[in-house]
């Protein structure tokens, strides 16, 4: 079966997909701050007004002096994060379905030289707080990895969101526990537009110590912000990023498209656009007999069990989206070009394809 987004003679825009949030291009603002960072010459490796501005940018939406560093893609920018929190001997703890754990190829590992990763069951992609106590408090001998850090992605792998009551008790337990911070926020910005409250008052308020705030899924081409919002662990992180091959020698490029996000709330009009999306998609599939929600949706993402052959139905329609991640079923993710009518377009087919399944599978 040929799949129209690789064809490379493809002269038209092959239509939007629900994959992932990754297949959307720049947003406009991004490329046109990448269009004005492109006339003429600027300094090299950071040194840069348009670096400098996305710095004081991101100090204005957090209301706090962090220290921000750019990295290419959201496994260098978790890795390299946790490796500043956590010496060889120590562990992290995360749940089973975070990224650093399933998808980032050992990374985290790496970078640390060694760090364990410690897993808890996941409630919807959420922390089990208990299955944490319990690998804190288990053991304190010398023969047991140090649990040094949490790690928790914010929205979830899940399309979920962590409330700020349930911060609040990651924050709570981390501090009763002696544990540092570290959020995953490669859809940070989905989760802030579902929770609509201040950007600190979820994270160095309640004492995370590093977010990776994703700018990729949000409408950028390339680069994630790394934000310490406590100075002593940013301490020489750019000689780590630049010993990871993450320091962008034209580092205008990274840090000029975070300029258009974050001017004029970009960035929330991105996350709500994608949000509202999937309510949207998500409110259509739960009317389809025979389709199942498997999560709360409270970002931008729609967890489904579809049976087999409708899952394949749609694939030969030309529908591509991803059934290998967090807990099975078919993740539809939205993103900041979706609009209505994709929506309608998947969802017409959908049920179709369901009413097909219905007739063939019900007895007269
Ligand atoms: C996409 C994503 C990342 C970053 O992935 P890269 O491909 O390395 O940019 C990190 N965490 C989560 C939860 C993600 O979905």
Known sequence: MSD????????????????????????PPAWKAM???????????GEDRWTERSAELLRDLFETDCEVFFTFNGTAANALAIASLCQPYHSVICCETAH?????????????????????????GKLNLDEVDRLVTRRNDIHYPKPKALSITQATELGTVYSVDELGAVSELARRRDLRLHMDGARFANALETLDVAPK???????????CFGGTKNGLAVGDA???????????????????????????????????LLENDVWRANARAANRAA??????LRDIPGIEIMFPRQANAVFVQLPESLREGLWERGWRFYTFIGAGGARLMCSWDTTDE???????DVRELAQAVLATSTPE
């Open 201 to 211: 008052e979820v994270t160095w308020k309640l004492g995370i110590d590093v977010l």
């Open 4 to 27: 129209p987004d690789a064809d490379p003679t493809a002269t038209t825009t092959s239509k939007r997909q629900f994959a992932s949030d990754n297949y959307a291009g720049i947003c």
């Open 279 to 284: 309510a949207r998609l998500e409110a259509a």
């Open 35 to 45: 269009e004005e960072a492109n006339r003429g010459h600027a300094s090299a490796y």
């Open 342 to 348: 994709d929506v309608d377009a998947l969802t017409r």
């Open 226 to 260: 790394v934000v310490f919002f406590d100075h002593d662990l940013a301490a020489e992180f750019d000689y780590r990023c630049k010993q990871a091959g993450q320091l962008a020698s034209k580092m205008r490029f990274l840090s000029a498209p975070w300029v258009g």
């Open 100 to 124: 650093v754990e399933t998808d980032e190829c050992g990374a985290p590992e790496f970078f640390t030289h060694g760090t364990k990763i410690l897993l808890t069951p996941h409630e919807h």
